[in-house]
């Protein structure tokens, strides 16, 4: 059964309302009930003794002063009866049982225990043991309970009518409430139905302060995020284009020149070396962005093997050594974790060798070739690599675009790039469900953590 | 046997450096409490919803939890252990109950470093160490003056414990 959520709460509010008025009223109604009774017992009881005491206690002085109390105070019960039985030993009341139409449990309870209650449908009897001069005796009063079953009936009259009148009362008006709470909502959906990838500009207006206008607030913040992403796609085409056509262009202008007359073949020598300079460099960021495309776009690694930490580093330098060979990268293990088995990662090991050489060599490059220190060590379930330079920073107003590709910060004019490979770094660790995290300091330094899982 | 020590703690890394010492001291293996000390709030109602693991998760950041972990991966084998604890006490004597009721065979200190206040509540534990005492032991590092890692995770691979 399909129900709208709003009228589900509406009946759910209704059905709780309804159970607890009924709950209630039922409680009032039996409490009432067993009240009322013990109250005309009582009444019953005070009649028995007064009768006993006038009837069978032949005093005259007391009989006139109780007959004028009973005139003025007792009022007659409807169907008001007395009766009383002598009690004699192994007096069975059969005969007063017949005739009053009571259970000889009756009687016998009031042998033994001076009192004794019954009810048969309306009418209510009341029995005392009562010791006169002439022996025991058993008063039993009876009436009818008239103005307690009229009181009761009333009473449950009006609650049933009472409970019927509230609990509708209460479904219209939730049905109400809960639609009107829900009239945002709505909104809210017809809003965001307007949205497309070619109107990403839109917002929806966030005028409440409740639940609902942190909805409107977050849907917003989505947008923005979806936007943002958006514009650094298309940014990241045209972006590449530019860097691509660059070299391209410098081969072209190169080559026509030195085809536009004869010349010397030093001067070919010469042409030919720089246009080949410049290819490497457009083969170098054709890998690049071919790496930072297929890393970014996938959530599986493939190749993944089991590999230690430490021995990454290694890898790394041995690299490192070879394409600069003066290089002072430095390998710190002192707090390396004792269990080397603490250093061991899944994943793929050229592509952890890249993410890491990315960052050296910014270190590297960055600071003018000064120290740089590689440190490893393992925290609860992370691998922790931390590569600290001495370089030029990055400006704290600028730090959060470092992981956009192509982005370079205003400091790196002198330095050759093309801002990719930190875009390609954080693409590599998160395909290995690490982490990077990079705080610097203007001409200070800088550092960058690396982290990735440790397998288990 | 194990070894209890207490050191005193601001949750710098930098503090770290007398976990290092107590880890490369002996070779025994060693159970560490690391110990801040505050002033207790003076009001009721602060004080019955005081809690000490919440306070303490408060001022200790992830950093300087993530560099307690691979100082003690690192010496997996010494480090037992690494309790954090709040001396909440206002007197000597107080702190000498603290010693006694948590066993403490070895008290360390630094010798040159300042601890800062880690919260507003935070008292100095110099106060309360004392350098003669015969379990206590000084123990002394560089400080660094390279701010560019201040307390970041870096600091944590700076010092060698080697520095006595």
Known sequence: MAMKTHTKIALIFFCLVSA???????????????????????????????????????????????????????????????????????????????????????????????????????????????????????????????????????????????????????????????????????????????????SLHLRLDVVQTDEIGELQRTFNNMLDRLETSFATQNNFVSNASHELNTPLTAI????????????????????????????????????????????????????????????????????????????????????????????????????????????VNNAIKYSNNQVVIMSIGTSENEVIVVVKDLGIGIPESEIDFIYDPFFRAANTAAYDGYGIGLPLTRNILRLHHGSIRVSSKVNAGTVVELRIPIAR | MVQNVLIPTDFTIESLNLLKAAATMNGRPKSIILFHAIHLSDSITDLLFFSKSKFIESIANEDFLTAVKIVRNRYASIIKSVEMDLFVGRSSRAFENFVAGNAVDLILIPDAYKFRHASDRSIDPLGYLHRGNKRTRVISWKQNPDLSAADTLSEVFQFDPGLK
């Not at chain 1, 009837?55 to 009973?70: F, G």
């Not at chain 1, 000889?104 to 009562?130: H, L, P, Q």
């Not at chain 1, 490192?320 to 002072?328: G, H």
């Open chain 1, 20 to 198: 607890a008025l009924i709950l209630l009223s039922a409680g009032v109604y039996f409490l009432t009930n067993r009240y009322s009774l013990s109250d005309f017992y009582k009444r019953l009881e005070i009649r028995a003794v007064v009768m006993a005491r006038t009837t069978l206690d032949h005093e005259a002085a007391s009989i006139q002063v109780l007959q004028e109390v009973r005139q003025m105070h007792l009022e007659r019960l409807p169907e008001e009866r007395e009766h009383y039985f002598r009690i004699t030993e192994g007096e069975t009341f059969e005969a007063a049982s017949n005739q009053l139409g009571l259970p000889r449990s009756f009687f016998t309870r009031i042998v033994s225990e001076g009192e004794a209650t019954y009810k048969s449908g309306n009418t209510c009897f009341a029995g005392v043991k009562y010791a006169s001069r002439s022996g025991s005796y058993a008063v039993v009063v009876s009436a009818d309970n008239y103005n307690n079953m009229m009181l009761l009936s009333n009473l449950r009259n009006f609650l049933l009518i009472g409970i019927s009148v509230t609990s509708i009362l209460t479904l219209l008006i939730s049905l109400t409430y809960a639609n009107k709470i829900f009239t945002p909502v709505k909104k809210i959906t017809s809003q965001v139905r307007e949205i497309s990838s070619r």
């Open chain 1, 252 to 359: 072209i202008g190169q080559a026509e020149v030195t085809l536009s007359k004869d010349r010397a073949p030093v001067e070919y020598v010469e042409a030919l070396k720089i246009i080949l300079s410049k290819a490497e460099r457009l083969h170098e960021i054709t890998r690049s962005l071919l790496y930072l495309a297929q890393t970014g776009f996938t959530d599986k690694l493939e190749a993944n093997e089991s590999l230690r930490a430490d021995e990454l580093l290694w890898e790394v330098k041995g690299m490192t050594d070879r394409m600069v060979p003066a290089n002072k990268v430095q390998i710190n293990l002192s707090m390396m974790p004792e269990n080397p088995e603490w250093l061991r990662v899944k994943g793929n090991n050229k592509l952890l060798q890249i993410a890491l050489s990315n960052v």
